[in-house]
């Protein structure tokens, strides 16, 4: 089964600082893509990031990057200096190689002032 | 660019009775994707309409059913509405091939009374 896992149900951290949050994911594909996306109070699903598996290359948005290590089927997200407009839910999806996503259960975040 | 746009915003419906969505995607955009998100089954993939045919269907019954036309707007029917249909129905357009990201739109907020 293509599954993705969210082990983090919340995270908080003081704005300015940085927070990691983890995702994992079991596939047999070697070829597929990854992504986080943040879904703030609104409930719209804004895309943060994406990471090609066949890239060894670090994705990096700004102040958005991820930990990407495919032998290890992991694909964490660091989001550097924390804003109070980074306060959602955060989830990890991938396609696995087709054209729709699996989601993870998702990561709220909360940024304390 | 305009975004992915979807109507109505907010349904309330009766159990029994039958209830259609409908998502314009991003211009140039062929693929139109469904995803149901409830807080106890999180995101999950009803079906994916590319050029007209549907190309990929999730696990849901045959109450849950699309279509999409000429110009790649899509509607969701449900029929027979139960209780446990109420969820945010999320809409998600991408160009169509699985290397794309897929863009959503801000939801139909779906109650069943």
């Known amino acids: 089964a293509q599954t993705v896992t969210q082990s983090q149900p919340e995270m908080s951290v003081q704005e300015a600082e940085t927070v990691t949050l983890s995702c994992t994911y079991d596939t047999s594909e070697s070829d597929y893509y990854l992504f986080w996306y943040k879904q703030p109070p609104s409930r719209q699903m804004i895309l943060v990031i994406r990471?090609?598996?066949?890239?060894?290359q670090n994705a990096t948005e700004n102040r958005f990057s991820v930990n990407f290590q495919k032998a290890a089927k992991s694909f964490s997200l660091k989001i550097s200096d924390s804003q109070l407009g980074d306060a959602a839910m955060y989830f990890c999806a991938s396609n696995f190689g087709n054209e729709k996503l699996t989601f993870g259960t998702g990561t709220r975040l909360t940024i304390i002032p | 660019k305009a975004g992915v746009t979807q109507t109505p915003r907010y349904l309330i419906k009766t159990r029994g009775q039958q209830v259609t969505l409908s998502c314009s995607p991003i211009?140039?955009?062929?693929?139109v994707s469904w995803y149901q998100q409830t807080p106890g089954q999180g995101l999950q993939f009803l079906f994916e309409y590319f050029s007209e045919t549907q190309r990929n269907k999730g696990n849901f019954p045959g109450r849950f059913s699309g279509r999409q036309f000429s110009n790649s707007r899509s509607e969701m029917n449900v029929s027979t509405l139960e209780l446990g249909d109420s969820a945010l129905y999320l809409c998600?357009?991408?160009?169509?091939?699985?290397?794309?990201?897929?863009?959503f739109g801000p939801g139909t907020r779906l109650t069943v009374l």
């Open positions: 211009s140039g955009h062929r693929s």
């Open positions: 990471q090609e598996a066949y890239k060894q």
């Open positions: 998600a357009s991408s160009l169509g091939f699985r290397t794309d990201t897929q863009y």
